[in-house]
């Protein structure tokens, strides 16, 4: 009997191991596909049949952790061929980010496992339709919920691989990137659910049912191209436009910290000076481009050098820049940090200013999305132990800013003008940009510092992004960033004109100024709330559903001891 039994074993293992080895290699297959559907990779359609081989996995899998296992598998694959410049590892020159690109890459794809379990409880309860047809909801739900708070990270979201196709992308002034996320996974969905029926035999490849759930594929896949393709045929002629100047410095991240506070003022302001005889109505420098608190009264001077500048040109000048806040004692914040030197209490913000001419008084913005664990550590603001390190030694990076700031100057023909600048991060993040553009913004400004990541996808993908923030605004933008890729983008997502990475540079160019406002500026994500609220009705169904199941056999399993015993 048990040399039977051991023969039986020796049987299945071999197929055991064959079936473990075509599972691994669909997960890797499918992280694969998500991974090169990503900027700079011009392949965004690839995306649209990248989770078919994880959805096969589910269906020759039972329970939750083998197709968890898996999961993690094909979301960190994902994250090696997308983001693996995010830790500066080139550079191991910031332990702090290299720390959070490191967990990034590590602890990511676990983030992934609440729209798969969602899928899973479905799928396990009312059958293989219905979990399909809840999928779309259920995942946007999923990237919406992913784009708020201290642990957000919508870099990934599936629409964001549709960069460069904006023809198709022109819808999402209704719904945002998350329109694209939706019509990703539904077009998944079906080929899925066409692949398993013709693997099963269920159907022939040229059985009327496969050939008709394959238009219907192709239907799906065109539709957004008909729209984008009508929008774009009758767009819209801006005769309005404003002449912006950018200038790259290219500075090295790390060394320009400790450059003379002279020198590095006068490198930007004999940059911008070579921008003067093509008239630029605002002049951009990227963030941090000062890399001192230069509105602090200690550092009168050097606010002096670019008051000077902007009152002899007349031309205003945006620059980024850490701005400090101070506060009577009693008056501070619970995390307001304290200086060492003169026990002054502090905010300090990765932040921008612009200084007019002849105008003492000036606006500012404080960054409000911060880069977790790099520029501010997640929760940290609730735990007593993180404030008190904050306000003794400074160490937690910076503060949330207060606003979104639409700054105001007068161009050469003396028209008011209005402009939201974003810093770095904050580009990525769909419903935060459009809070600009909603209180008035007639376009966007982009300063970023792109030059941490070297020579990796890093700049393109992060520029890419700005691809969407313009449709779903349908405002251009003029992005300043230190070494690059700066650029300027029209209101449709064309990039109309961009820079070589590391190289010191400064350009000029006029884009269209706007007052359209858009579904998406007006409304924000009614879409992807919606489908939030669609995909957790399922999954509530389901868990209730499962509940019951559990009770009732519980009942019936007391039901027969008790007979039993009777």
């Not at 691994?24 to 081989?53: E, H, K, N, T």
């Not at 590892?89 to 676990?110: D, N, R, V, Y």
């Not at 939706?182 to 022939?204: C, D, E, G, P, Q």
């Not at 990541?453 to 003029?478: C, D, Y």
Request: glycine residues 8%; aromatic residues 14%.
């Amino acid at each position: 009997m048990t040399k039977k039994k051991n023969k039986e074993v020796q049987i299945q293992n071999p197929i055991e191991k064959k079936k473990q080895r075509v599972l691994l290699f669909l997960a890797l297959l499918s992280g694969v596909a998500l991974g090169i559907s990503f900027p700079p990779f011009p392949l965004g359609v690839v995306a649209c049949f990248a989770l078919v081989p994880l959805l096969l996995i589910f269906e020759f899998t039972d329970g939750f952790s083998r197709p968890l296992r898996y999961t993690y598998i094909t979301f960190f694959v994902l994250q090696l061929i997308s983001v693996y410049w995010m830790g500066g590892f080139a550079h191991a020159q910031h332990a702090m980010q290299m720390f959070g690109g490191a967990l990034l890459i590590l602890a990511h794809p676990f983030f992934f496992f609440i729209p798969v379990i969602g899928y899973l409880l479905v799928r396990r309860t009312f059958g293989i339709g219905y979990a399909l047809v809840a999928l779309p909801f259920i995942w946007v739900g999923f990237e919406y919920i992913h784009s708020i708070g201290d642990l957000a990270f919508p870099w990934h979201t599936l629409g964001n691989t549709q960069t460069y196709d904006i023809v198709r992308a022109q819808f999402i002034t209704f719904t945002g990137v998350y329109g694209l996320s939706f019509w990703i996974v539904t077009i998944n969905a079906i080929a899925f659910y066409l692949v398993m029926n013709i693997a099963s035999k269920r159907w022939m490849i040229t059985s009327k049912p496969a050939i008709t759930t394959a238009i219907i594929i192709v239907v799906i896949h065109f539709i957004p191209f008909i729209y984008g393709t009508a929008v774009l045929s009758n767009e819209q002629e801006y005769s309005d436009k404003v002449r912006v100047g950018v200038v790259q410095p290219d500075m090295d991240p790390f060394d320009k910290w400790e450059f003379s506070r002279g020198d590095l003022t006068q490198q930007l302001i004999d940059q911008s000076a070579r921008l003067i005889p093509d008239a630029p109505d605002l002049i951009v420098w990227p963030e941090n481009a000062i890399t001192f608190y230069m509105m602090h009264p200690q550092n009168t001077s050097f606010r002096g050098m670019v008051d000077d500048f902007v009152d002899e040109t007349g031309v205003p000048v945006l620059t980024g820049l850490p701005y400090m806040k101070t506060y009577p004692e009693d008056d501070a914040p619970r995390t307001a940090k304290i200086n060492e030197f003169t026990g002054e209490r502090y905010q300090s913000f990765n932040g921008a200013v612009m200084l007019e001419p002849h105008r003492e008084e000036y606006d500012y913005y404080g960054k409000i999305v911060l880069v977790p664990f790099v520029e501010k550590i997640p929760f940290g603001d609730l735990f007593e132990f993180a404030v008190k390190i904050r306000r003794s030694i400074g160490i937690g990076g910076w503060d949330v800013g207060p606003d979104t700031t639409v700054f105001s100057f007068t161009d050469t023909l003396e028209q008011e003008r209005q402009f939201g600048t974003v810093i770095c991060y904050e580009s990525v993040y769909p419903g935060f940009v459009r809070h600009f553009t909603n209180r008035g913004a007639d376009f966007l400004v982009v300063i970023t510092n792109d030059s941490w990541w070297g020579k990796t996808p890093g700049p393109r993908q992060h520029l890419q992004m700005s691809v969407f923030r313009a449709i779903e605004n349908r405002r251009a933008i003029a992005r300043s960033a230190n070494g690059g890729i700066s650029a300027y983008l029209d209101p449709y997502g064309r990039i109309l004109y961009e820079t070589d990475l590391f190289t010191r540079t400064q350009t000029v160019l006029d884009i269209p100024v706007s007052d359209q406002m858009t579904f998406y500026v007006r409304h924000g994500d009614v879409f992807s709330k919606l489908c939030m609220l669609l995909g957790i009705l399922p999954i509530v169904a389901s868990a209730g559903e499962r509940m019951r199941q559990r009770m009732f056999t519980t009942q019936n399993k007391f039901r027969k001891e008790f007979e039993d015993k009777k």
